[in-house]
């Protein structure tokens, strides 16, 4: 099954006015009978229920802080004794380790936490790749400022794809290598932060719009097609009212704690 822990961009924003998709930042588990997939700690994470008996690993898109400002708030529970994997195809393993190591430490955070913590065993993408050959894993580079690494995971034939933070364009080579990159996907995640009508002001801020996504679903073959990764200012009454404007079904705005088959 998929779990989103997280849907909302940028900044979480809890609200009465959000209460049914939510204001966690981006945290998207996939669980099977052996492993326990999360990509990206935004405030989301804090809810990953960590199994000793199954596979965790930890995948990072970028370092933007809404994609890791969870990463040290999940309670672990007391009887969990095992390393957690993490690991990023948007940088090495040494600059994974460095870029949260330093997020995690004085001025900006009370303690060493990693190092206090000792739950994390950082590993390169490849290393990750290769030691667990019955996920097949590909990555692809996404547009946005400093980079996002976008993934695909195919396990017993079913395929997921996170496509967060990407400003999608219609005109350049990106198109093409993401058509091959999500076609037959079971579910996709899709960063629909903004309307198009919001999207003159922010160009090269580095995310895709709502219109852009319902465009793109009709160019694949997809049975979920999830955006995500909404405004913070995106209210439920909003999205209720766009999710009435899709005629296709299989285009949905992501749920926090909405579960889905995998
Ligand atoms: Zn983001
Ligand atoms: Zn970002």
Known sequence: MIINHGVRGSVPNSSQKNMIFGGNTPCVEIKTNQYQL?????????????????????????????HIQGFAFNGFSSDLNKKIIVTSAHSNVEKTHKFLLNYYNIPYFPVDYINIINRFEFMSFEDVVNKFDDLQINTINLNHPGDSSGYSIIKDKKKFCYLLDNEYKEIDTQ???????????DTIIWDGMYLDKELIDKKGW?????????????????????????????????IKKLQQSISSNKVRFAAENEVIDF
């Open 38 to 66: 999360i990509f990206d700690c935004g405030t989301g994470f804090s809810k990953v229920d960590f199994s000793n008996n199954l596979q965790s690993i930890i995948f990072i898109s970028h370092f933007h802080h809404d």
């Open 175 to 185: 198109k093409e290598q993401l058509i091959r990159f999500c076609d037959n996907s």
């Open 206 to 238: 580095g995310h895709s719009s709502v219109e852009q996504g319902i465009a793109f679903s009709n160019q694949i073959l997809v049975n979920n097609f999830l955006i995500s990764h909404h405004a913070p200012w995106r209210t439920d009454t909003e």
